[in-house]
């Protein structure tokens, strides 16, 4: 068993990375010179078919350079080699990225249009023609269906998604997170309601997570298993972090008194539920089956996050710095190259493979 552990403040618990492959080999008796080489050219043969090179993870990093031209060019990296996309012709960005088989998307804006890139072919999305500027804040392909959730300034009705071009308007939300996708193809989108309460929008209709002042920012469904990550307000005004699975709330717990948590981000992988988010006082932090820890890396002030992924076993972060204004990745606690402050530009959402 292999394990990695974080760097935190205020906790040294570590988070175990559980990925392992045991190996039995049955102890072979020497039946005679020609018995024992057929035997071992089989066995041979056995282990290189059962035990194939394991498959090497990609990570995808999407958003933009400001590369000294006219405008943002959309960039992303792949194991951190750099592939700048646009050419600084039109104001463009990405927001979001995702993975479908072979290939890879991202989605933002081109102009004053929605857009999304194919492995870095650009399509152009017509916008709302009742609205100046439409934006791709989040892609999803599945069961090859394109999924967006969209904002414009559109007032009340500026939350939106489409599928495959049939636009639904989320009315009135006083905010709005992130957007899934069920098997079946169900869309789930999670916020607040115009009454300041935790709510989710399921194929558009509202239900409600809680009766108190609330929110909910993020979500992740395993199988029929829906789980939504946000907070609420205490008698005290202060901002309570927890989760909700298919309804049920879960408390997560605060190492310091006066301080409270908003959750942005959940991932389930296995039996392990991972939360992130920020804390009132400006510092990152994940909780791992309810338990947290302050993110922190070689001395990099952590203040802004972006995404959130647990792939074979290691726990990745996206996030920002927001004095410096660059984009950081960290695997297992340690800082990712070139998001170890050498990168100049913002790197917003992470895909992997």
Known sequence: MSMAQFCVLGSMRPILLTHQKNTQMKNLK????????????????????????????EVFVAGYVDDSKANYSVA???????????????YEYANDCTIEGNDFYMAGISGN????????????????????????????????????QAYSPAGTNAFRYYVDGARTILVSPSSVGEM???????????????????????????????????GAAGIHIVGSDVYITGYY??????????????????????????????????????????????????????????????????????????????????VYVLCKNQSTGKSFLLKNGALVAPFNGTQQGEFSSMAIN
């Open 233 to 314: 307000y205490n008698a005290e005004s202060m901002p309570i972090p927890v989760y909700w699975k298919n309804g049920t709330m879960t408390e997560l717990e605060l190492s310091e008194e006066g301080v409270g948590a908003r959750p942005e981000k959940i991932f389930v992988s296995g039996d392990d539920v991972f939360v992130a988010g920020q804390l009132t006082d400006d510092n990152l932090v994940m909780w791992e089956n309810g338990v947290m820890t302050t993110l922190v890396a070689e001395g990099v002030t952590l203040n802004r996050l972006f995404d959130l992924e647990v792939k074979k076993g290691n």
């Open 76 to 90: 992303y990296t792949k194991n951190g080699a750099i592939e700048i996309v646009g050419d600084g012709s039109v």
């Open 113 to 148: 249009d929605m857009a999304y890139w194919k492995n870095g072919m650009r399509t152009i999305v017509p916008k709302d023609p009742s609205q100046p500027w439409e934006e791709i804040t989040q892609i999803i392909i599945k069961n090859g269906k394109k999924y967006f």
């Open 180 to 214: 899934s996708v069920s098997s079946t193809g169900d869309v789930y989108v999670v916020g607040a309601s115009s009454t300041g309460r935790a709510v989710y929008w399921k194929n558009g209709v509202e239900n409600e997570l809680s009766t108190q002042d609330s």
């Open 30 to 57: 020497r039946l005679g010179l020609m018995a024992g080489l057929i035997v071992g050219s089989t066995l041979l043969q056995n282990c290189g078919s059962d035990d194939p090179t394991p498959q090497a993870t």
